[in-house]
T-cell receptor, first 113, second 110 residues
Framework: NAGVTQTPKFQVLKTGQSMTLQCAQD?????MYWYRQDPGMGLRLIYY???????DKGEVPNGYNVSRLNKREFSLRLESAAPSQTSVYFC????????????FGEGSRLTVL | QQPVQSPQAVILREGEDAVINCSSS?????VHWYRQKHGEAPVFLMI?????EQKGHEKISASFNEKKQQSSLYLTASQLSYSGTYFC???????????FGKGTHLIIQP
C-alpha cells in the first residue's frame, strides 16, 4: 500500500525559481493538507483541501499556491522561491469523520539558495 | 495559535515513565498525538475527542481535559523505540487541519 506519495523527495532551487511539489494518495480520502516543518517550529499548515474542488489557506500561505487536481492529487507550487521557504514539506490526507487521523507522506526537503 | 507542549525535551532510562503535556488557549474538539523519528514522517498515535471518545494504539494512553483545554500523553515502561519527537495537534472540529505544537524531544537511553 503506497498511502501518501510525495515527489520530489529532495530539491535545490535558486532564489526566484519556481517549482511544484506533487502529492497523491490512494486511500480515497476527502481531505488533503500541506504542512511545512522548520527546526523548533513544529508543523505549520500552509493550505488544505477539505474536499475535491475546494482549497483554503492555512496558517502560513504566503508565497504558495495549491491545486486540488482530483480526489487523489494535491499539488503545492512555489512561484518565486525565497530562502525563507527552505524547509521540509509534508503532504497529509485524512478521511472524513470525527476520529480521522492524518496520514503523512515521507516529506520533500527543499533548499532555496 | 499553536498549542504549548511541555517539557521541550526529556531524557529517560529504558523502563522509566514519561508524561508529555499539551495546552491550548482555544476551545478544542479533539487532540491528536503523533511521533516522528529523525528524517521520517510523523506517525499517528492517538486521537482524543470532546466527550470522551478515543482511538489509538493499545500501548499508548492519554487524557483530555476539555474544560482546561489540556491533554497529556503517558509513556510507561519506556523502550528504546519510543525515542523521537512527539507532537500534539489540536482541532476546533472542522476539516481545516490540525494546529501542531512545537514538539517534545524524547531520548531513551539503555
Amino acid at each position: 500500500n503506497a498511502g501518501v506519495t510525495q515527489t520530489p523527495k529532495f530539491q535545490v532551487l535558486k532564489t526566484g525559481q519556481s517549482m511544484t511539489l506533487q502529492c497523491a494518495q490512494d486511500m480515497n480520502h476527502n481531505s488533503m493538507y500541506w504542512y511545512r516543518q522548520d527546526p523548533g517550529m513544529g508543523l505549520r499548515l500552509i493550505y488544505y483541501s477539505a474536499s475535491e474542488g475546494t482549497t483554503d489557506k492555512g496558517e502560513v500561505p504566503n508565497g504558495y499556491n495549491v491545486s486540488r487536481l482530483n480526489k487523489r492529487e494535491f499539488s503545492l507550487r512555489l512561484e518565486s522561491a525565497a530562502p525563507s521557504q527552505t524547509s521540509v514539506y509534508f503532504c497529509a490526507s485524512s478521511a472524513t469523520g470525527r476520529v480521522a487521523e492524518l496520514f503523512f507522506g515521507e516529506g520533500s526537503r527543499l533548499t532555496v539558495l | 495559535q499553536q498549542p504549548v507542549q511541555s517539557p521541550q525535551a526529556v531524557i529517560l532510562r529504558e523502563g522509566e515513565d514519561a508524561v508529555i503535556n499539551c495546552s491550548s488557549s482555544k476551545a478544542l474538539y479533539s487532540v491528536h498525538w503523533y511521533r516522528q523519528k529523525h528524517g521520517e514522517a510523523p506517525v499517528f498515535l492517538m486521537i482524543l475527542l470532546k466527550g470522551g471518545e478515543q482511538k489509538g494504539h493499545e500501548k499508548i494512553s492519554a487524557s483530555f481535559n476539555e474544560k482546561k483545554q489540556q491533554s497529556s500523553l503517558y509513556l510507561t515502561a519506556s523502550q528504546l523505540s519510543y525515542s523521537g519527537t512527539y507532537f500534539c495537534g489540536t482541532s476546533g472540529g472542522g476539516a481545516d487541519g490540525l494546529t501542531f505544537g512545537k514538539g517534545t524531544h524524547l531520548i531513551i537511553q539503555p
